[in-house]
């Protein structure tokens, strides 16, 4: 299995936010997780991803039989995980190319290979910019600034390409973007699909899963796997809603609480 | 930001100081204490023509008038001037060493441990080095090849030898020994320096550079630089500064003049990388500087650009006096203050001459309990028709201890100038790091990274190797173990 998670719970400044999530990811398979605001969806991209501020009070994670939550964030990235950013930050004066140069050759030095040269690089990234279609003025701008919400997500989506990671984590990917930008991101996405290759793909809405069909797709409320399914579960909650669901769960509760 | 990334960055922020070691050479030194017998026996050793032991005793005695200033947003313990020896030479078997053979072995082993190499041809193609070793200029590199386009590059000392009519023409020029306490004091007992002429329509065929190295204890260091760019000529020039790590601290107090005649321009490049004490703040060079150029002609211009990452306490204000018609002035700096550091550094453009324009680009970075203060004047003399300024100042904080602070002063006398300042002030965010790190990038990297691109207006003004020393130079200062 590439990614398993076992019954985790994490606070955010004391107050639980993921009350013990159980998920299997093997290479190969994309997840979708979906649920309504709040339900916990971000912070498990985050947690995974190895961002501070968040207590991981239960649980483990495992990532290709390793111990996830031990390691740094910067070591999880050259393991192979990527996280797309629902809101990728700018930093200011920092070329795009310059940035995916410096990971590149971080991600390298970490599986002992050689730093990659100018030129090789250069191909690599006019390769990866034709599959979000991007022009090349785009790698000499400054990393997000005054970028629109688009270029933003096409940005992330182009560093995951670059990046090839084992396990891409898309977080709300698709917010924010009108319809030709989902295209793009999303035929990105699939053209990175692979055996050795997971995804997790955050949303809220089942619209991206026209797009990147999940192979599985679970539904996040109160910081619980509520309900899990195939993507045709995606397209019910399209036409239902969560309130269903949620009202199930809430019953399944109070009838499991009433028999113990 | 939470409490533990607040550590993080803060751990990452231990600077390691690579340049720190001492060099054990026999010394000629002064004994402390000021007096006008000292300030006779440096003329003397220095075999000086009489105007300028005259100049120098003037300099001493209106000193004696003046006092310390008090305004700049600093503090230090006072200084006792008599406990500072004037003068430090390294022994030579000779006057003065007529080639780099004759120049003491571990002379030139420390400047290779710097990475200056002063034998011409393991030396950058392109860069000519004048290497000051506290109080005397030890070796002067490409001289000759200059000298064949009529350039002279040579030490103060020598200049005053071989040149004094240029040096009693413009010493004290620009910047005259009343100025200010600390270009009073230089004026009285500077050493050595650097000396620069290029004579009507030269283009220099390459960097002209001076390394100062403090090395002694316990002595102050009181170079003076002198750069005349005859009409229509051109010179980029670069200084490099470096010192043991001691205890106490000394101090720097150096002038430096620029001229630029009709249509010449200079442009002055410095990485400061002077002691700047340990993490409590002991020790450090003390960096009094008074630095100022004069366009005196027609479309003259003078650039100055600096990466001040160094010393205790820094206090300078490169300037220019805009006199002629169409002269242009900028002023771009990168001030770095960490733990106990503390700079007040800026700049002067005194527009006089008519659609004078300047450009004032300021970047400041304060971290640990560093304190960082631009002060700029930008001054619009009533014959400044059609005068320009633009001035930006960013500063960036990293922790909560520490300070950054604007001083602009703006005078207009003229009605017809435009004057533009924009000032912001930024924190690295624990965002931009997870960011960063999430990308495969050590934290610390990712701190270079983002200081890095803060500073890229400035760093994209410095020549190509200097641009990659100042990167490096700020890597190496924001250097340390992840907490």
């Given at each position: 299995m590439l990614l398993e998670i076992r019954n985790l719970h994490v606070s955010v400044e004391g107050k639980p936010i993921l009350r013990g999530i159980d998920l299997a990811v093997a290479a190969g398979e994309v997840h979708a997780i979906m649920g309504p605001n709040g339900s916990g969806k971000s912070t498990l991209a985050n947690v995974l991803a190895g961002r501070e501020g968040y207590e991981v009070t239960g649980g483990e994670v495992l990532y290709r039989g390793r111990n996830l939550l031990e390691m740094p964030p910067e070591e999880r990235a050259r393991e192979g995980i990527f996280l797309a950013f629902q809101y990728p930050v700018e930093v200011p004066g920092v070329s795009n190319i310059y940035l995916l140069k410096a990971a590149v050759n971080a991600v390298r030095k970490h599986r002992g290979l050689p730093e990659l040269d100018a030129m090789d690089f250069l191909k690599l990234v006019r390769e990866k910019l034709r599959l979000v279609q991007m022009d090349e003025q785009f790698l000499y701008r400054s990393v997000n600034e005054g970028f629109s919400g688009g270029e933003k997500k096409r940005n992330e989506v182009l560093q995951m390409a670059v990046l090839e990671p084992t396990l891409g984590i898309l977080d709300e990917t698709d917010s924010g973007l009108d319809i030709d930008a989902l295209r793009i991101v999303s035929e990105g996405v699939n053209s990175l699909r692979s055996p050795e290759r997971a995804f997790l793909v955050v949303t809220h809405y089942q619209r991206l899963l026209n797009y990147i069909v999940p192979d599985r797709v679970h539904v996040l409320a109160g910081g619980r796997i509520i309900r899990s399914g195939d993507r045709t579960l995606a397209l019910e909650l399209e036409e239902r809603g969560y309130g269903w669901l949620l009202d199930e769960a809430a019953r399944g509760q109070a009838a499991g609480q009433a028999a113990s | 930001m939470s409490s533990s990334s607040q550590h993080n960055i803060e751990a990452l922020l231990k600077r390691r100081y690579d340049a720190g070691f001492v060099t054990e050479v026999e010394q000629e030194t002064v004994p402390p204490g000021l007096n006008e017998d000292v300030i006779r026996l440096i003329s003397a050793k220095k075999n000086e023509p009489g105007f300028l032991l005259e100049w120098r005793l003037k300099a001493y005695r209106h000193w004696l008038t003046m006092e310390e200033p008090r305004w700049a947003h600093v503090r230090y313990q006072p200084i006792d001037?008599?406990?500072?020896?004037y003068y430090a030479a390294p022994k030579q078997k000779k006057d003065r060493p007529k080639s780099l053979d004759e120049v003491d072995p571990k002379l030139l082993e420390t400047y290779e441990k710097l990475g200056i190499p002063l034998r011409e041809q393991e030396m950058l193609a392109g860069v000519a080095v004048d290497a000051v070793f506290d109080s005397v200029s030890v070796a002067t590199t490409f001289k000759e090849k200059l000298a064949e386009h009529g350039i002279i590059f040579c030490s103060f000392s020598e200049a005053v030898q071989n040149h004094p009519e240029l040096v009693e023409k413009y010493l004290g020029s620009v910047v005259p020994y009343t100025d200010n306490f600390f270009a009073a004091l230089n004026s009285a007992v500077f050493s050595d320096g650097s000396f620069v002429y290029v004579p009507p329509g030269v283009r220099c065929p390459m960097e002209l550079s001076t390394y100062f190295r403090i090395n002694a204890a316990n002595t102050g260091q009181f170079e003076r630089t002198l750069i005349i760019a005859d009409e229509g000529s051109y010179v980029s020039y670069l200084e490099g500064c470096t010192a043991p790590m001691r205890d106490e601290n000394q101090l720097h107090a150096a002038v430096v003049e620029l001229v630029a005649l009709e249509g010449a321009e200079i442009k002055y490049s410095t990485v400061q990388n002077w002691y700047p004490g340990d993490e409590e703040g002991r020790g450090g060079i003390y960096n009094f500087v008074t630095k100022r150029g004069a366009c005196r002609g027609r479309r003259a211009k003078i650039s100055w650009t600096q990466v001040e990452t160094g010393s205790a306490i820094t206090w300078k204000y490169p300037s220019v006096i805009l006199e002629g018609d169409e002269s242009v002035g900028e002023f771009y700096s990168v001030a770095l203050t960490n733990n106990c550091q503390q700079a007040d550094t800026g700049t002067k453009m005194v527009h006089i001459g008519k659609n004078t324009r300047s450009t004032i680009i300021s970047k400041g970075i304060s971290a640990g309990r560093g304190q960082n203060a631009y002060r700029g004047l930008v001054r619009i003399a009533r014959s400044a028709e059609g005068a320009r300024n633009y001035t930006q100042c960013d500063s960036l904080l990293i922790g909560d201890r520490c300070g950054a602070h604007t001083f602009p002063y703006i005078e207009v006398r003229n009605r017809t100038a435009q004057v533009e300042h924009e000032a912001t002030t930024s924190k690295i965010s624990e965002d931009q790091l997870f960011y960063l790190m999430q990308r495969g990038l050590a934290a610390e990297d990712a701190v270079s990274m983002i200081v890095n691109g803060f500073c890229k207006e400035v760093f994209k003004e410095l020549p190509m190797e200097f641009a990659v020393e100042a990167q490096k130079l700020l890597g190496v200062s924001l250097e340390g173990a992840v907490g």
């Open positions: - | 001037y008599q406990a500072i020896s």
